[in-house]
């Protein structure tokens, strides 16, 4: 066993308007663990991309999954449990993340497509745009077997939902 094993890295996952950010800061707050929001870690030309309308690709995502995965490293080493958000839609994308020292959860906020669909709407100054969230409906693979995590469906409030997550949450 490492030294680090006993960092948690709680990843709160789903598409753009899931609600990933709202919950993983409370989250955060609840468990007293180091947050992060992984749309930071972007390159300028992702966003870029994004702002203008074109769906990332595999290419595209490859170095800003190493920069959480490191950063989640690094929170490791330094004996802190993170929560951070990112969209890790595919299973490779949290192959990748699962790659980073300490114990790593999923937490799928997966509501129903129109609540998603209704939130990106009423967002402003996000540089994701409406149009790109079919691509990522069509993109998201429900997490499998092997990955270590819960889905939240929920659509109540945030409060809720933060309650939802934190009962349903693994033990350490």
Avoid at 79 to 105: F, K, M, P
Wanted: net charge negative; with cysteine; glycine share 8%.
């Amino acid at each position: 066993m490492s030294e680090h094993d006993g960092a948690r890295h709680l990843v709160v996952m789903g598409v753009s308007g899931s609600g990933k950010t709202t919950i993983a800061v409370d989250l955060a707050k609840e468990l007293g663990y180091v947050f992060a929001e992984g749309d930071e870690f972007h390159s300028d030309a992702n966003r870029a991309k994004m702002s203008s309308g074109v769906p990332l690709d595999d290419d595209d995502r490859a170095p800003w999954l190493a920069a959480i995965r490191d950063w989640m490293t690094q929170q490791a080493r330094e004996g802190q449990s993170t929560v951070l958000t990112c969209s890790a839609l595919r299973h490779r994308y949290r192959d990748v993340l699962r790659a980073a020292e300490g114990r790593t959860i999923f937490v799928h906020m997966a509501p129903p497509a129109d609540v998603t669909t209704g939130r990106i709407g009423s967002r402003k100054g996000h540089y994701m745009p409406p149009s790109l969230l079919q691509s990522q409906i069509d993109t998201l693979e429900e997490l499998g077997p092997d990955e270590e995590g819960i889905a939240i469906r929920s659509t109540g409030t945030p409060e809720e939902v933060l309650t939802e997550v934190l009962d349903r949450l693994p033990s350490m």
